[in-house]
């Protein structure tokens, strides 16, 4: 059973995946303590199911870019119990978590976190053999930048608050397809998925190379 964790932003979760499907999964807003609050919601989740740490086999874990204190809380926790239980371990960038959760369209897409002091950390993704694949690397912008070289529709998905998605809505017009809310939720049940097939794919990470991304210079998207 691989264990998905997620502490990369505000927006926390967590998901146990049985190599079939999703079994279980917890995704909710952290009060900025995410080490206090994770600990005790993973063996909660392990005994719903009647499960344990060690009936464990595989970890995905969320590794940015996002919160510099929530990254490191995440990938610390699934470093700690992939060396206590000898199991493999992948990294997934948290932006790939997000584009994972939107249907495949032919329009490109724009997926965003909250970097904080009003900033977005985004990634250009394009259809690729049925799913979305990154362009390029992270940029950071703002939610009043965000669009102005968009030559057509693209969709934009991701964290945005109502007052954000309004702005960019009547700023871009028809430039711009917003992703409704619930899709726009980061779930650690598509991290799971994404984990998964790396593991199964053989692509492991190494335990002790494994780091964060963290947030890179500014730049226009």
């Known amino acids: 059973m691989l264990l998905a964790i997620d502490t990369a932003t505000q927006q926390a979760s967590l998901a146990l995946h049985d ?13 900025g303590r995410p080490s ?7 063996p909660w989740l392990l005994e719903h199911l009647g499960a344990k740490a060690a009936d464990l086999t595989a970890l995905a874990v969320s590794i940015g870019p ?6 490191r809380i995440g990938l610390a926790i699934a470093k700690g119990l992939s060396l206590a239980n000898a199991i493999p371990i992948v990294g997934i960038p948290t932006l790939d978590v997000v584009a994972a959760a939107q ?6 897409m724009v997926a965003v976190l909250q970097a904080g002091r009003g900033k977005l950390a985004a990634m250009r993704y394009r259809r690729a053999r049925g799913e979305w694949r990154a362009q390029g690397d992270v940029l950071v912008t703002t939610a009043e930048r965000i669009g102005d070289e968009w030559p057509g529709p693209t969709l934009l998905c991701g964290e945005l608050d109502a007052a954000e998605r309004a702005s960019i809505g009547a700023r871009l017009g028809d430039r711009v397809i917003l992703a409704d809310p619930a899709h ?12 998964w097939r790396r593991v199964r794919s053989g692509a492991i990470d190494d335990l002790d190379a494994l780091k964060p991304i963290y ?6 998207i």
């Open 19 to 31: 190599g079939g499907r999703v079994r279980a999964e917890m995704t909710w807003e952290t009060a």
């Open 36 to 42: 206090v609050e994770l600990m005790p919601r993973i």
């Open 66 to 71: 996002g919160s510099f204190t929530g990254l």
């Open 103 to 108: 249907p495949v369209r032919k329009e490109p």
């Open 184 to 195: 726009c939720l980061r779930r650690a049940g598509f991290l799971a998925e994404l984990g």
């Open 215 to 220: 947030l890179p210079t500014a730049g226009g």
